[in-house]
Each structure stands twice: as C-alpha cells, then as structure tokens.
C-alpha cells in the first residue's frame, strides 16, 4: 500500500483522498514510489522495465501496462501490442525501438492513470529516455501527449511532430492514436478511418525519422531582443528609425500588427501597433495608438513603416491575409505589388492540412516548446485597457518568434516540390484575396427588407400548419406549450408521442437532427418535414436577411466586405465568412 492509502495510520478511507489532492506534483516526483497509490504486491510485474534496444531511434511510449503485459512482464504484449507490432517492420523492431508507458504498473480494471500516479513515476520514466536517447518519442494516446509536452487533444495533434524534453534530453514526440481506441472502433467493412490513420502514421515516422530537423526547445527570455518605443517624442522616432534602418537589409523580418478591430473597414479601424524584426532584433511602436507620438510623429511613424515595408527584403506575417488588408487599405495596393511576403500559416497549412493547430501559440508549442500566447496577460481585443509597455512587449513577441517560425518551417516546405508549388499558391492567393475583400459587394435594403416580410409570412404560415398536426396538439396536452424552434421539443414529441426510432441516438437520449427529422415519413408524422422546412427558412433569414436589414454587416462605405480563406476547408477550395457569400 502507498502513501495515499496509508491503512497503517488507520486514516479513514476519505480523508487520504482528500490528501491526495494537496501533495505538490514536486513532492510526488521526488517521492517516487513512496508515494505512489498503487499496491505493488497485487501485481505479477510491479515496476515494469521498457523493453527493446538500448540506442533506440524511436522509443514508442504508451499509458500503462495492461493485464497480459503484467503477467508476461513486457509492455505491449497483448491485444493492442500485437496491433502496435504490426505496423514496424521486424528487424526495425529490434533494431530501433524501444517500448515503455508513461506509468510502469498495471492499473487496477486497467483504468486510466490519474496524476498522483503519472506523477510519482514520472522521473523514472524520463530517466530511462535520457539515459537511451531516441530521435523520437512516439506516443500512443492522449496520456503521454499531455505527460510528454503538456498538450492536450489527440485528435489534432496526431502524425504532427512536436519539440520536447523529457528528463533534459530534447527531441521530437510524435502523437499516434492507442492501439486499444483503434481496435475499439474497428468496422465490419474492412479498415476503419482510425486503423488507417494509426497505420499511416507509424509508417510514416519509421520513414521519415532520420529527415527531421533538428528539435529546438526554448525556455524563458521569449522577449530577449525586443526593444518597446513608448512613442514619447522626436528621441523615441530617432530610436525607430535607427532600428528600422539595421533591419532592413536582413533576409527576413517577422511584422505583426495590433488593431482596434478585425476588418479596417469598420468606422473606428486603426492600426494602434507595430512590430518588425527578426528572432535577434526586433522592435515594437505605436503607430495609430491614441497615448502615443502627437499627430505630426505619428504622420512621420506611418511614413517610416511604409518606407521599410516597400525597401525591406521578405516581410513574414502569420495569416498573411490579415497583415495585407490593413496595409493595403491605409497604404496603397502599392503594398501588395511591390513588397514580398511570407505567411508562416500558410506554411504550416501546406506542411499538415488540417485545420485547428495552426495558431501561433499551437505552432510555437510544436517548434520551439511553449505556447507563446501564454507567455503575455495581453488580450488583444482590449489593447487600449493595457499599460503601453505590455501591448508593445505582446505585439514584439509575436513579430520575434513568427520569424523564426518561418525559418523552421521553410525547409519542412522544400522537402517536396508539391509543398513548394501549394505554400506559393497560397502566398500568391493572399493579395488577390484582399483585393476581392476589397471591392465589396454592395446591397439591396429595402429588397431585404421586402425578402424579410415575405420569410416572415412563409414562417407563420409553415408554424400554423405544425400546430396543427395532431402529435403536436398531443404533446401540447401532455406537456403544455410546444415550441416547433426547439430541438429538445421536437425530439421529445417524436420520441415520446410519436414513438420513432430514427430520434433515438445509439448511445443513448434523443435527437431531432436533420438526419434524423429527413428519415419520417411525412404520411406517418406530418410535422416531420414542415419543421424541417421551418428550420431552412429561419436559417436563411437570421443568416442572410436580418444582418443586411440591421446593417450589422454593411460597413460605412454601404458595403459587404466578406472575408475569404484558403485554410478553412480541407479540399482546398476558398471559405468565405461575415458573411459566407458562397451560399
Ligand atoms: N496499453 C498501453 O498503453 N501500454 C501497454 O503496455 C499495453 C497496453
């Protein structure tokens, strides 16, 4: 028995729980074993060792052993082993790969670890990775992601590889699924979608192991070389110029932008800051920000920042698309012709298509290990709210680590000459995009407004014939009032009054989904589709109508400036947005 269940010191069975929760996870590393809950004399195998070569390249790393690794005392031995297995070639097995778990004994019911238990195991673990030194760290499963680099959400970050230090030795982890989810959703119809993708992935990294870059992992002083000019007058400008003048001839500058809103066609829209610079130098000015310069400084601010960006060599954004509707919207389309410039998204788009991990904290979190937007209390959105200092040291940051971001991602891009054609589409996209932002799309009001009533009629009458339908007025006996806008509503009513199993969800409870509203037959239960048709019609009106009858979406200029994307949709094809002018 451990630390946390002390029978000997006859504690009551609560109060050790509730023990457990105040040792400092310090305290749980350096206790090791001493502190650890779990009763090794239960177990065939306590203290399991990782098995396989001593000079791995790739070390797999897993939860915790189950119940026939225990017996056999060797990780990933059974049903899930045999799956991981598999997917290596024999002698790249034995030759390359070691295998362990992020805890060493098997859990009670083979449950999931919990954080006493990781904790105090931890060294020992790390230890073992030191002393081997893979390449890689190739981790099944959301527990080691989180115990290796802190991340959560295997889904997206899986097949990515991901900077670490484990026990001081720095390399790359790289995500798969377990083994044992994979067996869980195995189809009938041949491989399922998580087979595929685990077997992907395990193939890929055998392959590509020995072509990863150089991991890189970076601890504190993530501002080093950021210099804040307050804007306080002619020294201040001086100061400017000098570092615009040193930077300009550097390959390429990160220049990242802090704004009073998202589109710089809305009536308040100003740039309040800039930042240019490289991961050595970088600097970070007020530019429209109301405390700062007077208006004849903050004229010459904006005449040096248009300078440096039309002499200066690669300017690196990160979403391109955004940096350029600004300045080419107060400065010119000038901008766009003249000027070269790089997007360390679009980079990291070309490089993993999938959406969802393409933020720069996502992306200093992979690189360079920590998450650069943790690194500052600034939020954006309320720069003004913030002492000047604090927006400029946040907006540095961001122009610092974006630069070298894209020198870290650029050789990832040129591995291939298919990631090379799609990152310079995406670069040559970006201008084009603004410019079609630009031009807007003008309205129709009082078309609007005439759509409006007609929606309005349409949706009434459609509602007078739902309430009509005799399961309607049933539940309405039943259960009082019946909104046909209310999904719980509605899968209640056909659930319940109706008897239909198409509402009833796998898993258990109900759902009036399109899906599952589209199987009813309309001759069986009528209100079925109208509702239906009421949604499409509610949808097209809040959507569409009532925010160009509102003007929520028109700018002062009387336009529709929707914003288009490129790394939005998985197939490739353009996304537009505020509004969608697609549909
Ligand atoms: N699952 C794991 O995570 N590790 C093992 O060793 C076996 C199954």
Same mark, same amino acid.
């Given at each position: 028995?451990?630390?946390?269940?002390?029978?000997?010191?006859?504690?009551?069975?609560?109060?050790?729980?509730?023990?457990?929760?105040?040792?400092?996870?310090?305290?749980?590393?350096?206790?090791?074993?001493?502190?650890?809950?779990?009763?090794?004399?239960?177990?065939?195998?306590?203290?399991?060792?990782?098995?396989?070569?001593?000079?791995?390249?790739?070390?797999?790393?897993?939860?915790?052993?189950?119940?026939?690794?225990?017996?056999? @005392?060797?990780?990933?031995?059974?049903?899930?082993?045999?799956?991981?297995?598999?997917?290596?070639?024999?002698?790249?097995?034995?030759?390359?790969?070691?295998?362990?778990?992020?805890?060493?004994?098997?859990?009670?019911?083979?449950?999931?670890?919990?954080?006493?238990?990781?904790?105090?195991?931890?060294?020992?673990?790390?230890?073992?990775?030191?002393?081997?030194?893979?390449?890689?760290?190739?981790?099944?499963? @959301?527990?080691?992601?989180?115990?290796?680099?802190?991340?959560?959400?295997?889904?997206?970050?899986?097949?990515?590889?991901?900077?670490?230090?484990?026990?001081?030795?720095?390399?790359?982890?790289?995500?798969?699924?377990?083994?044992?989810?994979?067996?869980?959703?195995?189809?009938?119809? @041949?491989?399922?979608?998580?087979?595929?993708?685990?077997?992907?992935?395990?193939?890929?990294?055998?392959?590509?192991?020995?072509?990863?870059?150089?991991?890189?992992?970076?601890?504190?002083?993530?501002?080093?070389?950021?210099?804040?000019?307050?804007?306080?007058?002619?020294?201040?400008?001086?100061?400017?110029?000098?570092?615009?003048?040193?930077?300009?001839?550097?390959?390429?500058?990160?220049?990242?932008?802090?704004?009073?809103?998202?589109?710089?066609?809305?009536?308040?829209?100003?740039?309040?800051?800039?930042?240019?610079?490289?991961?050595?130098?970088?600097?970070?000015?007020?530019?429209?920000?109301?405390?700062?310069?007077?208006?004849?400084?903050?004229?010459?601010?904006?005449?040096?920042?248009?300078?440096?960006?039309?002499?200066?060599?690669?300017?690196?954004?990160?979403?391109?698309?955004?940096?350029?509707?600004?300045?080419?919207?107060?400065?010119?389309?000038?901008?766009?012709?003249?000027?070269?410039?790089?997007?360390?998204?679009?980079?990291?788009?070309?490089?993993?298509?999938?959406?969802?991990?393409?933020?720069?904290?996502?992306?200093?979190?992979?690189?360079?290990?920590?998450?650069?937007?943790?690194?500052?209390?600034?939020?954006?959105?309320?720069?003004?709210?913030?002492?000047?200092?604090?927006?400029?040291?946040?907006?540095?940051?961001?122009?610092?680590?974006?630069?070298?971001?894209?020198?870290?991602?650029?050789?990832?891009?040129?591995?291939?000459?298919?990631?090379?054609?799609?990152?310079?589409?995406?670069?040559?996209?970006?201008?084009?995009?603004?410019?079609?932002?630009?031009?807007?799309?003008?309205?129709?009001?009082?078309?609007?407004?005439?759509?409006?009533?007609?929606?309005?009629?349409?949706?009434?009458?459609?509602?007078?014939?739902?309430?009509?339908?005799?399961?309607?007025?049933?539940?309405?006996?039943?259960?009082?009032?019946?909104?046909?806008?209310?999904?719980?509503?509605?899968?209640?009513?056909?659930?319940?009054?109706?008897?239909?199993?198409?509402?009833?969800?796998?898993? @258990?409870?109900?759902?009036?989904?399109?899906?599952?509203?589209?199987?009813?037959?309309?001759?069986?239960?009528?209100?079925?589709?109208?509702?239906?048709?009421?949604?499409?019609?509610?949808?097209?009106?809040?959507?569409?109508?009532?925010?160009?009858?509102?003007?929520?979406?028109?700018?002062?200029?009387?336009?529709?400036?929707?914003?288009?994307?490129?790394?939005?949709?998985?197939?490739?094809?353009?996304?537009?947005?505020?509004?969608?002018?697609?549909?």
């Amino acid at each position: 028995m451990g630390f946390f269940f002390n029978a000997a010191r006859g504690a009551s069975p609560s109060k050790p729980r509730a023990a457990k929760k105040h040792i400092p996870v310090q305290t749980m590393r350096e206790m090791g074993c001493k502190a650890c809950p779990f009763d090794h004399a239960k177990l065939v195998t306590p203290k399991m060792r990782p098995s396989g070569t001593t000079r791995p390249s790739l070390y797999v790393l897993g939860e915790a052993p189950g119940e026939e690794e225990d017996t056999k @005392g060797e990780p990933f031995v059974g049903k899930s082993g045999r799956l991981l297995r598999s997917c290596f070639d024999r002698d790249f097995l034995e030759d390359h790969v070691r295998i362990g778990n992020t805890i060493r004994c098997r859990p009670p019911e083979n449950r999931t670890p919990e954080t006493p238990e990781i904790e105090c195991c931890r060294d020992q673990v790390a230890q073992d990775i030191a002393d081997t030194q893979p390449l890689v760290v190739v981790g099944a499963g @959301g527990i080691p992601l989180t115990w290796a680099t802190g991340l959560t959400n295997i889904t997206a970050w899986r097949g990515r590889t991901i900077v670490a230090k484990i026990g001081g030795h720095v390399c790359w982890y790289f995500p798969i699924l377990h083994p044992s989810y994979v067996l869980r959703k195995q189809s009938k119809y @041949g491989k399922s979608e998580h087979e595929l993708v685990f077997e992907h992935d395990l193939h890929w990294i055998q392959k590509n192991y020995r072509r990863l870059p150089e991991p890189h992992f970076y601890e504190a002083s993530y501002d080093t070389g950021v210099t804040l000019i307050e804007g306080d007058g002619q020294r201040d400008l001086n100061k400017l110029e000098d570092i615009l003048n040193r930077l300009r001839d550097a390959p390429s500058v990160g220049v990242d932008i802090e704004t009073s809103c998202l589109r710089p066609y809305a009536a308040n829209a100003a740039i309040y800051m800039c930042s240019i610079g490289t991961f050595e130098d970088t600097v970070a000015f007020p530019v429209n920000d109301p405390r700062a310069w007077n208006s004849s400084l903050r004229r010459k601010v904006e005449g040096l920042l248009v300078e440096f960006i039309l002499e200066s060599r690669k300017k690196v954004a990160h979403h391109l698309g955004f940096e350029l509707e600004w300045f080419m919207y107060f400065y010119g389309n000038r901008i766009a012709n003249l000027t070269e410039w790089e997007d360390t998204m679009a980079q990291a788009h070309t490089i993993d298509e999938r959406i969802g991990v393409l933020g720069l904290g996502d992306l200093t979190s992979q690189y360079f290990g920590f998450d650069l937007k943790a690194q500052s209390d600034v939020d954006p959105k309320r720069l003004l709210e913030y002492p000047i200092r604090d927006g400029l040291r946040y907006n540095g940051m961001d122009a610092k680590w974006t630069q070298l971001l894209y020198d870290v991602q650029q050789p990832i891009v040129c591995t291939e000459p298919e990631l090379v054609n799609e990152y310079e589409r995406k670069i040559r996209l970006a201008p084009a995009l603004v410019l079609t932002q630009q031009k807007g799309i003008g309205v129709d009001k009082d078309y609007a407004r005439s759509l409006q009533e007609e929606m309005a009629v349409e949706i009434k009458g459609i509602e007078a014939q739902v309430m009509a339908c005799a399961e309607v007025k049933k539940y309405k006996q039943k259960y009082g009032e019946f909104l046909p806008s209310s999904p719980d509503h509605v899968a209640k009513m056909m659930d319940v009054i109706c008897d239909r199993k198409e509402v009833r969800k796998e898993g @258990g409870g109900t759902t009036s989904d399109e899906g599952a509203l589209s199987k009813i037959p309309a001759k069986e239960v009528p209100s079925a589709p109208l509702i239906l048709e009421l949604r499409t019609i509610s949808k097209l009106q809040s959507t569409y109508i009532d925010p160009v009858v509102s003007g929520r979406i028109i700018y002062p200029d009387g336009l529709i400036h929707t914003k288009f994307g490129s790394m939005v949709a998985i197939t490739g094809r353009l996304n537009s947005e505020d509004p969608n002018v697609q549909n």
